[in-house]
């Protein structure tokens, strides 16, 4: 799009008395490229000039991936701040803070609903909720969308984005690794196909788990992947790694990934994905 068609589109907002430049433009983190607000949107949020994928939430993977009259599910309810946890704030005030921002009851929502009418449940962590870290809440979450799509014979189709397991809970945490982990082989034990999409980042606990453990492996271009960072591994090893060695595009080089697919792309693949795996949506 020129910057004449840019200026244009944007003239209706401008004539708003709220509009301000940062509810009118948004600039690309890769290549700061300035961007008009409806364009990055309409974009899916991805930058028309460098291709750089944005951090989206639930709603927006929701939306796009899944046919119109999805069914959102209840979010768990879990025992809030079990440790009495307090660092620079209280653990209930980052909750309530999270909660504020995003709109959402914790970091994963599960939604049951199709794709081209082919049903399945779906899950989208929101790294926007306290970096998506996962808890009591997003295992409880995870084995909810599990039960779902064993209880309706479909899929379970997670996209993962987090910085790894919630420290305000400690132990309790940890032990969603094992439990989301027992709950892919109830799904597998029914037959029923695990489908993994990796956003940026996912990384700690959850690549430990439950990331790394599907039937299919997709990943979004430049995903950041793994599980420590880089400069705590090269610390620990003593060596120099290999530039972009936890990028989505390296793991797809050395086996780690069964595809790289733009977001854009995203809905066709799943579809053709759920065909090859399910008898159903085969016949």
Known sequence: MSWINRVRNALPFMAKKETTAETLWHKCPSCAEMIFIKEWEDNLSVCPRCDHHGRIGPSERFEHI????FILLPTPQVQEDPLKFRDSKRYPDRIKAARATTGDQDALINARGAIDDVPLVMGVQNFAY???SMGMGVGAAFIQGVN???AHKCPYVIFTAAGGARMQEGILSLMQMPRSTVAIRKLHAAGLPYIVVLTDPT???VTASYAMLGDIQIAEPNALIGFAGQRVIESTIREKLPEGFQRAEYLLEHGMLDMV???SDLRDTLARVIGYLTPRAAA
Request: hydrophobic share 40%; aromatic share 0%.
């Open 66 to 69: 899944l046919d119109a009259g």
């Open 130 to 132: 306290m970096g998506g």
């Open 148 to 150: 779902e799509a064993i």
């Open 203 to 205: 990384t700690g606990g």
């Open 261 to 263: 697919v733009h977001r």
